[in-house]
Nanobody, 123 residues
């Protein structure tokens, strides 16, 4: 019912920049928080950055000052501007969105995930 599609990944040299985009589509009434996660081979998936519907942001310590998350609520799209990239930023980056679902009896929040986009930073 809801699909998240990431784009913008690729190969870049250390010190370079990339901008990731994630567009949500489908049966969307509203979206709460959106975020970016990443997972390198053999490592745990980690939160990179998150943003609420009101624009409050949270970043992993490793990317503070280098990455910027933003969103366009009208387009149901979240972005991740990545500057001063380092080889350790190499990972598959996944988009996440939390959507509220209201039934006759309760309110639920459902997490949706994109398919991932590869970011490779060479030294």
């Amino acid at each position: 019912q809801v699909q998240l599609v990431e784009s913008g990944g690729g190969l870049v040299q250390a010190g370079g920049s990339l901008r990731l985009s994630c567009a949500a589509s489908g049966s969307i009434f509203s979206i709460n928080a959106m975020g970016w996660y990443r997972q390198a081979p053999g490592k745990q998936r980690e939160l990179v950055a998150a943003i609420t519907s009101g624009g409050s942001t949270n970043y992993a310590d490793s990317v503070k000052g280098r990455f910027t998350i933003s969103r366009d609520n009208a387009k149901n799209t979240v972005y991740l501007q990545m500057n001063s990239l380092k080889p350790e930023d190499t990972a598959v980056y996944y988009c996440n969105a939390d959507l509220p679902v209201t039934t006759d009896e309760d309110l639920f929040v459902i997490d949706y995930w994109g398919q991932g986009t590869q970011v490779t930073v060479s030294s």
